[in-house]
């Protein structure tokens, strides 16, 4: 009886055990139908070696990848702060966007010239979702210490790095 | 010598060694040679940005493919979604044909495009196993180390891909979309 093909394929790639591969090399030996499929096996490895990427190709795009992995290296050495990844807890990102937005809102009803206000504002509401506050920021001209409280379990996720943005994308941005 | 000569020589040596499997593998699997450079990038930048080079060559092997591998699998679900929006946009009557990137072709001629035309419309999951067995010469143990599955399972899938491989070159008439 023919082995089953999942063992012939196995058999190319030396997968089989020791014992069953004599059993089975010994079977071929005598069976057209197997050495059939065998020939099949090792022509379709010889057609994905033959479309193997020539080796010239390989060593062009080594020495090009090379310079510009080095090049990218060597510019974060010099700026480590500015290449390194921070990771940042999504509500504390999501903080410092609104600080930011906060700034902008300001800034972009009274310019930048100085104002000043009571800090902190003499009753600081508090907000417990995302639409209150922003809500607040569209309705209030104040602005003034905003104290955010992270959950007490925070689940830390990677991001990105920080990116300033302008209010408006951070409030039409689906999060 | 000082410490940075060191470990610069040794991540060069670690790159000339491994960058060929690396790119073959990442080339076989995205058909693109300009994206899987881009990916053999990342990976490369992101093992040297570790704290220290991995004690052997076999260990930065590992770490460097199973980098290469998610970062492939990442690209292919972009792929599929990219492809998914494309259809909705000109479902009724486009054939979806290969865009040409402008880059220079990695094979040679035409049949060999065909090969690995019939390699890329492999299901991932067939492909990669395969492409780690043909192009990174690893065994079913290693295999199933990276791929996170048996080894049992790694020979079943290898051997589904080499039959679907070989149906799709018999037919000839490849239609990948
Ligand atoms: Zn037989």
Redo the contacts with the bound molecule.
């Keep these: ?3 089953n093909t999942a063992l012939l394929s196995a058999l190319i790639d030396g997968e089989l055990p020791h014992r069953f591969e004599q059993h089975i090399t010994d ?2 030996h ?6 059939k ?1 065998m020939a099949r096996f090792s022509s379709l490895r010889e057609k994905l070696q033959q479309d193997n990427i020539t080796q010239t190709e390989i060593t062009a795009r080594e020495s090009r990848l090379w310079r510009s992995i080095e090049h990218k290296m060597l510019s974060r050495k010099k700026h480590p702060l500015l290449h390194r990844s921070i990771n940042l807890p999504l509500p504390a990102l999501a903080a410092l966007c609104l600080v930011m937005a906060a700034s902008m809102v300001t800034a972009a009803y009274h310019g930048f010239a100085a104002h000043t206000y009571n800090f902190p504002p003499d009753e600081l509401p508090s907000f417990s979702t995302m639409d209150e506050l922003i809500g607040y920021l569209e309705q209030t001209q104040r602005t003034g210490i905003m104290e955010m409280s992270l959950p007490e379990d925070p689940v830390f996720l990677f991001i990105s790095q920080p990116t300033l943005m302008p209010e408006r994308e951070y409030r039409d941005a689906k999060w | 010598m000082n410490k940075e000569t060191e470990e610069r020589e040794s991540f060069e040596s670690v790159y000339s060694t491994l960058f060929p499997v690396l790119f073959r593998v990442a080339f076989h699997i995205t058909g693109s040679g300009d994206v899987a450079e881009e990916l053999c990038q990342e990976a490369f930048i992101k093992y040297f940005s570790a704290s220290a080079p991995l004690p052997t060559l076999n260990d930065a092997k590992f770490w460097l493919i199973r980098v290469v591998k998610n970062l492939c699998y990442n690209n292919e679900k972009r792929k599929l979604r990219e492809k998914k929006a494309y259809r909705k946009l000109y479902l009724t009557r486009m054939v979806v044909q290969e865009q040409e990137t402008g880059e220079t072709s990695v094979l040679k001629d035409e049949t060999e495009r065909l090969v690995q035309k019939a390699l890329e419309a492999l299901p991932y999951k067939l492909r990669m196993p395969l492409v780690l067995k043909e192009y990174a010469d690893m065994n079913y143990r290693n295999i199933a180390g990276i791929l996170g599955i048996t080894e049992g399972n790694v020979k079943v899938r290898i051997y589904r891909a080499r039959q679907l491989l070989s149906s799709f070159l018999d037919k000839g008439d490849l239609h990948v979309s």
């Design positions: 009886m023919c082995p079977h071929i005598g069976c057209s139908i197997c050495r499929e």
